[in-house]
């Protein structure tokens, strides 16, 4: 592969993880939250094992397949299986409707550009000019907890962010040491399974997944 | 070896309270784990006396004075839980609440949650300290939720969501750390990379822009889990919804388990960027949370999410101490720490006890308990003082310690803003504790207090008098480990 394609392949993947990010502001179907979600997944593996090709690194190479079982393949998966009790779920009420969404969604990349801007001149190369779409990713992630009040969006947002952050973390530092990678990465799995644990007995006790109804906590 | 067995022995101690079936013996068994963790870490804390830092695996885990000071608090209010955690557990099985194996899950995830913020203190490497952070957050989730109510569960929902969020938000932090010591010349490379030691080394020569934006993500990020404003609303909802003993240990030393991590991060920074930046993100964040606290508190109707709303106030407190950074305030901030966990602790277990005889939380519905009930309204009583930074304790002793050194270092200013909004939350408290103490007693006399629960919290309430009175088991050990991160 020559230098000319990795760039595009790197430029192509990280566009995707946040084009995916975008994407669920738009979808409502809670299913489609999901597939969107791994997709983003496996673009992110991609990256990283585009990365691994080019600087020889065999352990970002394993680090590249952790992502994509954790974040491509299981976490999915344990998603699915929360939207799959409650099917033709949709996100229904979000707190931002989708048009105006999408604008914030827009004005989040120009602050990510902004903020990110400096930080990436200071030491310019091809791959770490790219870091501000990982910081957008992480923007529209937070975007995605505020305004939206299903279970499951909840936790497509986090993942969101973390997606975002581990996208920043390839695209400057080709990856964090590995040990620390894989630590992060076992972490936010067993957070996915905490999770869907509390949702699902969320169900079992509410009957709803749906936190505008959960009003026991208060001041 | 010394940073092992304190890794080893609770974590030893939960596989055990996994394979035998719950009974008495195995909560004193946890209780004694936990005892021997605090007899390690003072070991520990002569051993590093002076000394150059142990370490051990390989140089993945790192023990200096400050790690020593925080596994002897670590392993103080595991010991007061622990014991607590029987009569809670007890009463629970006997109410028909939980069963055995529901209760010997609760030993596990405890332990489990101990040995992460043992790791987290002891680990040599900034990126090991992120995930032992976060792991506790998981072991966690769970013990928030054990008693299985509503509100329970929508608690553990809403800490296990938040929290996860701002670690993200520290680990990006991390990332941009990383980003600026590989590209520092001649610095460590591969896995040392992230060292505290290496770190510290090259902090003079870490790019000020990158670590400017990473110490705004860490702040932001590590003090979510310290519960500081803006990202505390978790707090007050986990710490109220939890069993009283794991209330107990969050509040403790969970909370300052976090901050740990801000003193050492502060510390790199402080060498990139000089005191200023980051003691205005400090300072920032402290007075947030006093006012939080200060405006809730007023309104407060139930005790444990009161005592909840002064944990945000005294992370507050501390994160001002931390922002004049001498080394008195942060040999006061860590008196402090130990003091708000040790008072915090007795309060957030009294109050358990308190729920499991009066069967409720309500301040209004719970009157006279000193008349009623005197050894445990006498506890409740001396740990508000305690709290309250009333002498002869020792968080009196440290506040003042904290504003002397804000006013050392031109910091005069927060120092009257903080006390103002201090005497609000004096009153507040005063107001919720005269009539939860006081006031005319019904006809019903009730049994005594049992004790299992009152000899643990009297303890820890002497404790916390004898280090307000005289520091001298201490005073070498708070400047040795205030020094590590003090410029």
């Given amino acids: 592969m020559s230098a000319g394609t990795e760039l595009d392949l790197v430029e192509l993947t990280a566009g995707v993880v946040l084009a995916c990010a975008v994407v669920t502001l738009w979808r409502r179907d809670l299913r489609a939250l999901v597939a969107v979600l791994a997709l983003q997944g496996v673009a992110l593996a991609a990256l990283a094992a585009v990365l691994a090709l080019h600087t020889g690194d065999v352990g970002l190479g394993v680090v590249a397949g952790v992502v994509l079982l954790a974040k491509g393949l299981v976490i999915p998966n344990l998603l699915a299986r929360v939207v799959r009790r409650d099917p033709g779920s949709r996100e229904t009420t979000p707190l931002v409707n989708v048009p105006a969404s999408l604008v914030a969604a827009a004005g989040l990349v120009i602050v990510a550009y902004l903020s990110a801007g400096r930080l990436t001149s200071l030491f310019p190369s091809p791959v770490t000019r790219l870091a501000p779409l990982g910081l957008a990713t992480v923007l529209v992630g937070f975007f995605v907890l505020v305004t939206r009040r299903k279970a499951v969006s909840q936790i497509v947002g986090l993942l969101l962010v973390d997606n975002g952050v581990a996208l920043v973390a390839f695209l400057l530092t080709a990856g964090v040491p590995l040990l620390v990678e894989l630590g992060a990465s076992f972490d936010v799995l067993l957070v996915v399974v905490v999770l869907q644990v509390l949702a699902t007995s969320m169900r079992a006790r509410f009957g709803h997944v749906d936190l505008d109804q959960l009003r026991e906590l208060h001041d | ?487």
Wanted: hydrophobic share 60%; aromatic share 8%.
């Fill in chain 2, 1 to 487: 070896m010394l940073c092992y067995a304190i890794l080893v022995i609770p974590l030893v101690a939960g596989a055990l309270a996994g394979v035998v079936p719950w009974r008495r013996a195995v909560g004193w068994m946890t209780a004694l784990a936990n005892a021997g963790v605090l007899c390690l870490g003072v070991a520990l804390a002569i051993e590093t006396d002076h000394r150059p830092p142990l370490g051990a695996l390989d140089g993945a885990l790192r023990a200096d004075a400050l790690s020593a000071f925080m596994v002897i608090v670590i392993g103080t209010i595991a010991l007061l839980a622990a014991v607590q955690a029987i009569r809670y557990l007890d009463a629970e099985i006997a109410g028909g609440r939980s069963s055995t194996r529901h209760a010997s899950l609760y030993c596990v995830l405890v332990q489990v949650f101990v040995t992460c913020m043992l790791a987290a203190v002891l680990s040599a490497n900034l990126g090991g300290l992120w995930a032992a952070v976060e792991a506790t957050t998981i072991a966690t989730t769970f013990l928030v939720g054990h008693r299985r109510t509503d509100g329970a569960l929508e608690a553990s929902w809403k800490y296990v969501l938040i929290c996860s969020v701002g670690i993200a938000l520290a680990f990006l932090g991390t990332v941009f750390v990383y980003f600026a010591a590989l590209h520092v010349p001649g610095h460590a490379t591969g896995a040392s990379v992230l060292d505290w030691t290496s770190l510290m080394a090259a902090s003079h020569h870490l790019n000020p822009t990158v670590m400017r934006l990473a110490m705004a993500l860490l702040v932001l990020g590590y003090g979510t889990k310290v519960g500081l404003a803006p990202m505390h609303s978790w707090l007050p909802d986990a710490h109220s919804q939890a069993p009283a003993p794991v209330s107990a240990l969050m509040s403790g030393v969970l909370l300052t388990v976090a901050f740990y991590a801000l003193l050492r991060f502060k510390a790199i920074a402080d060498g990139a960027l000089g005191p200023d930046y980051v003691r205005t993100l400090l300072v920032i964040v402290g007075l947030a949370s006093l006012l939080v606290a200060a405006s809730l508190l007023l309104t407060q109707r139930d005790y444990k999410r009161m005592l909840a709303y002064h944990s945000i106030e005294h992370m507050g407190l501390i994160a001002l101490g931390a922002a004049a950074g001498t080394t008195l305030a942060i040999a006061a901030v860590l008196l402090h720490i130990l003091g708000h966990g040790l008072a915090k602790a007795v309060l957030f277990l009294a109050s358990g006890e308190i729920l499991l005889v009066e069967g409720t939380s309500e301040i209004e519905k719970v009157p006279a308990l000193l008349s009623r009930r005197p050894v445990l309204g006498g506890i409740f009583g001396f740990g508000l003082v305690a709290l309250l930074g009333l002498p002869p304790f020792s968080l009196f002793v440290s506040e003042l310690n904290m504003f002397r050194a804000e006013l050392d270092v031109g910091l005069g200013w927060v120092a009257g803003v903080s006390l103002l909004l201090m005497a609000v939350i004096f009153a507040a408290v005063m107001t919720h504790g005269r009539h939860l103490l006081l006031g005319a007693a019904g006809a019903d006399k009730s049994a005594a207090t049992p004790r299992i629960v009152a000899i643990p919290l009297v303890g820890g309430l002497v404790a916390c008098a004898v280090f307000g009175l005289s520091a001298w088991p201490l005073q070498s050990l708070l400047y040795a480990a205030a020094h590590v991160v003090a410029r």
